[in-house]
């Protein structure tokens, strides 16, 4: 299930929104400043961050466009400023949606839904000149060649698709494939499955993943 993070000041707003959220069955981080928000998303994949605009130590416009600089995740605005400047403010700086508080819980629950449902859709293929990656089928096909990959390359391939151009440093990557059933137990083991999968996948003039000395990898 996708993760959320919910970053507004108001903490009664903010633990009514997460404690719906959760009955959803999302799994839900909370912040009630930039800084905190920050490190959340530095340290965390995120899927979706319902963003306030007034906060204590910043505006929620420049961490969105923070956010959209750094990671590929949805923003969806949830404030009190709701003149027409403020929304369209919201979507010059990347903001994916843009609600106006007072607000209903079931209308934000289901346009949260269904972001995340479009967003999951764009992520199930990849496809250039050399590597083809359909994820509802899970085929891979290598220069218009099918390609025999194992389920752990398989999870390890589709993280690196759903975070393109992101770090996904060692202990993000062993956790988040911790959470799908793969259980690799230290980056060792993580490098050899990524080694495996880049002598597949790659060749002289096609590379894709990138070794981040110390750090882990970046899809490129």
């Known amino acids: 299930m996708a993760n959320i993070l919910v970053l507004e000041d108001d903490i009664a707003l903010n633990q009514g929104i997460s404690y719906a959220l959760k009955k959803e069955g999302y799994h839900v981080l909370t912040a009630n400043t930039c800084f905190q928000g920050k490190t959340i998303v530095t340290n965390n994949l995120i899927d979706m961050i319902i963003l306030d605009v007034n906060l204590p130590d ?15 995740c949805i923003v969806l605005f949830l404030s009190a400023r709701d003149l027409e400047a403020d929304v369209l403010t ?12 007072p607000f209903s819980m079931k209308v934000l629950l289901k346009k949260i839904a269904i972001m995340l ?8 293929c990849y496809q250039d000149d050399f590597l083809k990656i359909d994820f509802n089928l899970a085929i891979v096909e290598v220069n218009q060649k099918v390609c025999s990959i194992t389920p752990t390359e398989y999870r390890i391939l589709k993280k690196f698709i759903e975070n393109k151009g992101q770090l996904l440093t ?20 993580l490098a050899v499955n990524i080694n495996r999968l880049r002598k597949k996948i790659e060749d002289e003039n096609h590379s894709y993943i990138t070794n981040v000395y110390g750090m882990g990898y970046i899809w490129k």
């Open 58 to 72: 910043g505006n929620g416009f420049d961490f969105c466009k923070w956010v959209k600089a750094n990671k590929k």
């Open 117 to 124: 449902k479009r967003e999951k859709q764009d992520r199930n």
């Open 90 to 101: 919201g979507y010059e700086f990347g903001g994916d949606d843009y609600v106006t508080k």
């Open 170 to 189: 060692y202990n993000m990557f062993l956790d988040a494939l911790w959470q799908e059933g793969v259980q690799l137990m230290d980056k060792h083991a």
